[in-house]
T-cell receptor, first 110, second 113 residues
Framework: GQQVQQSPASLVLQEGENAELQCNFS?????LQWFYQSPGGSLVSLLS???GTKHTGRLTSTTVTKERRSSLHISSSQTTDSGTYLC????????????FGKGTSLVVHP | EAAVTQSPRNKVTVTGGNVTLSCRQT?????MYWYRQDTGHGLRLIHY???????QIGDVPDGYKATRTTQEDFFLLLELASPSQTSLYFC????????????FGSGTRLTVL
């Protein structure tokens, strides 16, 4: 089946620093999404970016489909950005069966 | 914003017990999913469905049954719970195409003693 690898596994920043999170996947995907999981456990979608570059607020995602990788850049990190960032991909064609990476744990210190 | 509601939020049962986790979504999404989340494993897909009466097997289905009774409701059943099923369970839904966003419920923390 599909595999999703995220790196780094954990990241510690000082407030104001930038973060770069990576997602590599094993096969072509028609869908790629980034999620944020709060320390309390709730999961929310940050953005959907199957190819190219997308911006939302302080987040920028770049996906290079043929190289099977995506990145999430967080600029000017804040303490409220602390949590886990998950990458999920969907297969090409057929039923949509999202596969998740294990996530990157981000801690931002004041 | 799509709404996905899970119940209960927390559940404690004993080995061999019977547990039903409930999920309801109110945006008429076709796809619904059950995931479990464990430290070191991330989110793993148990079962999913693309409509009422439909059921698809996920990646870690052993020990679980699921049933999609309506477009809105998706249930996860543990008929003989085991300690290995202690986990955080998430339900999610999405629309018709693979380009649509996943929306998650708040999760159910299940402990099997």
């Amino acid at each position: 089946g599909q595999q999703v690898q995220q790196s780094p596994a954990s990241l510690v920043l000082q407030e104001g620093e930038n973060a770069e999170l990576q997602c590599n996947f094993s096969s072509t995907a028609t869908q790629l999404q980034w999620f944020y999981q709060s320390p309390g456990g709730s999961l929310v979608s940050l953005l959907s970016n199957p190819s190219g570059t997308k911006h939302t607020g302080r987040l920028t995602s770049t996906t290079v489909t043929k190289e099977r990788r995506s990145s999430l850049h967080i600029s000017s990190s804040q303490t409220t950005d602390s949590g886990t960032y998950l990458c999920a991909i969907g297969p090409s064609g057929g039923n949509y069966k999202p596969t998740f990476g294990k996530g990157t744990s981000l801690v931002v210190h004041p | 914003e799509a709404a996905v509601t899970q119940s209960p939020r927390n559940k404690v049962t004993v080995t061999g017990g019977n547990v039903t986790l409930s999920c309801r979504q109110t945006n008429s999404h076709n796809y619904m999913y059950w995931y479990r989340q464990d430290t070191g494993h991330g989110l793993r897909l148990i079962h999913y469905s693309y409509g009422a009466g439909n059921l698809q097997i996920g990646d870690v289905p052993d020990g679980y049954k699921a049933t999609r009774t309506t477009q809105e409701d998706f249930f996860l059943l543990l008929e003989l719970a085991s300690p290995s099923q202690t986990s955080l369970y998430f339900c999610a839904s999405s629309g018709t195409t693979s380009a649509e966003t996943l929306y998650f419920g708040s999760g159910t923390r299940l402990t099997v003693l």
